[in-house]
């Protein structure tokens, strides 16, 4: 069965990201130096709510929950308003600072990300209450914040991790400490100084987000276990989930993915090609949620790689895969004393031109993706690469591309795409799948709001189920029973 999404859709979603994209946003923004900025201060200004020590972080956070309760909601948005403010006009800088310290990512990409979360993260329009009324009266319901929040955050979307959880959280009411990734620490701190200073132009107290000067496994175990700390909130790889996870307190896991692509032979290739290069050279292939491998039908296959290549596409053959393969997975021994392959951290995040160059090939920037053919245990399609290589697997049919599919996702429940115009087999693999996020012919950044409805999110919470998170995900329910009384019918 047929569906359709008409062209004039199409360049709507387009032009949503293009427009989002301040296009000289990398050449405003000169590149810090790094004897200017570090974890503490940016060019010689201390940075607000950063602490040597966990506990007077937490205690910091602690007062500025308190006081925060004692505000209305509206004084609450006022402070998100200024939030989302200062997110707008510091994206391009705060771009530039994460690509400075991670070396990773794009500062174009890196910049329209800050825009969407400073534009689709909710506020306190999420905190909806709702009453229940009978024969025995009245019962209210309404969404109560923990307290203070303890929030792990990664080095792949540092400040965005940040801003976005602290518009949600606070929203909800709730003060924050931070022990964010110890390779992005200046970036999230600088992060967390612009909320503080939204807050104080906001009219809320001095410090109301925290972070350390150095964090380290030992401030998060500080945080994990302080008696003051209501809720965990991790965005992560899979080892630091499960240690929130087996924390003993309540926590929200966002943990990996590593999202396939269907194509089938009823999609439209020509856009097919060019959304899947779109999406999985976002900001360098960083995002959770960004195109990791392709199961394309073999009477298509040829089609959607020349499309892929007359958009930015670079194909390599088997003996070249198999060469950057040895460099961007290394071999590390696990404590029970096996031998894994990781990620090589200096390959995550990278330009396709500079890792193509680490296997003798010289491209200009016009190459923004590496392509090259693979069959179903080829490293690149089982391993969450976060960079620019795509593995393309050649697949019959319906069942053996959703098969292979389902076993590359490896579980997670993550993120997985499709294109497609044929119903049946959508429906088939979004059921099969069981993602969180499932995106329909388009780029995956469409499903985190770009170029998509709805609202957006950096913590995408599979493993503990809040999914999207936003305000709401971080409040308990509470409840007020009236009993016998105030029905008005
Ligand atoms: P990472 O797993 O290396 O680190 C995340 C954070 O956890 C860092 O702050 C790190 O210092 C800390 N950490 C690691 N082990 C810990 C432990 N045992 N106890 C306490 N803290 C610990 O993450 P990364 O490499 O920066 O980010 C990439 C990973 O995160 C990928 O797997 C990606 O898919 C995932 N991710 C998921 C989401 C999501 O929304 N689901 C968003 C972004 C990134």
């Known amino acids: 069965m047929a569906l359709n999404i008409s062209e004039s859709d199409i360049a709507k979603i387009v032009q949503n990201v293009i427009d989002a994209m301040p296009k000289d946003a990398a050449k405003k923004v000169a590149k810090p130096s790094v004897r200017d900025w570090d974890s503490t201060q940016y060019k010689g200004r201390k940075l607000i709510g950063i602490y040597d020590d966990m506990n007077e972080a937490i205690i910091a956070a602690n007062a500025g929950y308190k006081a925060i309760r004692d505000m209305s909601v509206e004084q609450r948005e006022k402070i998100i308003t200024e939030i989302r403010r200062l997110t707008r006009e510091e994206a391009p800088m705060m771009a530039q600072l994460g690509v400075t310290e991670t070396g990773m ?77 110890p390779h992005a620490i200046a970036t999230s701190n600088y992060a967390v100084d612009l909320v503080n200073r939204a807050c104080r132009l906001g009219g809320g107290p001095d410090v109301l987000v925290c972070s350390m000067v150095k964090p380290t496994m030992e401030t998060a175990k500080i945080m994990q276990t302080s008696p003051l700390i209501r809720l965990l909130v991790c965005t992560g790889g899979p080892g630091v989930v499960r240690a929130v996870l087996s924390s003993g ?47 394309a039908f073999s ?34 021994t696990t404590k029970d004393g096996r031998t894994v392959k990781v990620v090589n951290r200096d390959c995550v995040g990278r ?56 076993k590359a996702e490896h579980g997670n429940r993550h993120t997985a795409h499709m294109h497609s115009k044929n119903i049946d087999n959508l429906s088939r693999f979004a059921k099969a799948i069981e993602t969180t996020i499932f995106v329909k012919n388009a780029p995956s950044y469409a499903g985190i709001g770009f170029g998509g409805e709805g609202h957006t999110t950096f ?4 493993p503990t189920g809040e999914g999207i998170t936003s305000a709401r995900s971080f409040t308990r329910q509470r409840r007020c029973v009236m009993a016998d009384s105030f029905r008005i019918i």
């Not at 923004?368 to 053919?373: A, H």
Request: proline share 5%; glycine share 8%; net charge negative.
């Open 105 to 181: 990512g794009r500062v174009d990409h890196k910049t329209a990300k800050h825009i969407l979360v400073a534009d689709k993260t909710p506020g306190t329009e999420d905190i909806v209450a709702s009453a229940k009324t009978g024969d025995n009266g009245l019962t209210l319901i309404e969404m109560a914040p923990f307290g203070v929040v303890g929030a792990i955050t990664p080095s792949t979307n540092p400040s965005e991790t940040v801003i976005c959880n602290s518009i949600g959280m606070i929203a909800a009411g709730n003060g924050v400490v931070f022990n964010p990734h």
């Open 249 to 295: 307190k309540k926590a929200i896991g966002a943990g990996a993915g590593n999202p396939p692509v269907i194509v089938d032979d009823t999609a439209d290739i020509i856009k097919a090609g060019k959304d899947i290069i779109d999406g999985c050279t976002f900001d360098n292939n960083l995002p959770c949620i960004a195109e990791k491998e392709v199961f």
């Open 299 to 332: 009477n298509i296959a040829d089609q959607l790689i020349g499309e892929m290549l007359k958009n930015g596409a670079y194909k390599i053959t088997a003996e070249q895969a198999a060469q950057l393969n040895k460099i961007v997975l290394v071999e590390k």
């Open 351 to 406: 330009d396709a031109a500079v890792l193509l160059q680490k296997i003798g090939v010289h491209v200009g920037p016009e190459v923004r993706c590496i392509i090259c053919e693979a069959d179903f245990n080829h490293d690149f399609v089982q391993h969450e690469l976060m960079m620019p290589i795509l593995p393309i697997v050649r697949v019959s049919n319906i069942d053996e591309a959703i098969d292979l599919a389902v």
């Open 459 to 462: 913590t995408i919470a599979g």
